[in-house]
């Protein structure tokens, strides 16, 4: 997995972004930046095993799904939604590409890669605004 460039750099990128949210988020930031990081390390570590099967990244992909839609519920933020929004894209793109088979690789690959990383962008960026509020409470005091 580790074997090119881009995923070296798509690797300092994701443990980048998660360590930022576990390190300077909120309670809502660590725990997205946890089940993203969680999720990553296990689709990395099942493909580096050799566990491949169709639906396994997807049934990942999902259960994001289902902690970003926990993470959502009630949450005075905007950038859970924003997430959400994103990782939906990722769970419905595989399943899009079932359903026509004349979507390229290329086009998959593309669209899964962006929407993982707008995903880690928006709880990174909801990370930095928990901070700077955090700071501006206690400027107030």
């Known amino acids: 997995m580790l074997g090119t460039l881009l995923s070296q750099i798509s690797l300092v990128l994701v443990l980048t972004g998660c360590l930022t949210a576990l390190l300077i988020g909120g309670p809502r930031e660590r725990l997205g930046g946890a089940a993203y990081l969680?999720?990553?390390?296990?689709?990395?570590?099942?493909?580096?095993?050799?566990?491949?099967?169709?639906?396994?990244?997807?049934?990942?992909?999902?259960?994001?799904?289902?902690?970003?839609?926990?993470?959502?519920?009630?949450?005075?933020?905007?950038?859970?939604?924003?997430?959400?929004?994103?990782?939906?894209?990722?769970?419905?793109?595989?399943?899009?590409?079932?359903?026509?088979?004349?979507?390229?690789?290329?086009?998959?690959?593309t669209a899964m890669t962006l929407s993982g990383y707008v995903v880690l962008l928006a709880i990174v960026t909801g990370a930095f605004i928990a901070r700077k509020r955090r700071k501006g409470l206690k400027s107030q005091k």
């Open 38 to 109: 969680t999720t990553f390390g296990l689709q990395a570590g099942l493909y580096y095993v050799g566990l491949t099967a169709p639906g396994i990244n997807p049934g990942l992909d999902g259960a994001l799904l289902i902690a970003l839609v926990a993470l959502c519920w009630k949450s005075p933020h905007p950038w859970p939604v924003w997430a959400l929004g994103f990782q939906l894209i990722a769970v419905m793109i595989p399943i899009v590409r079932l359903s026509d088979p004349r979507i390229q690789g290329w086009a998959y690959y």
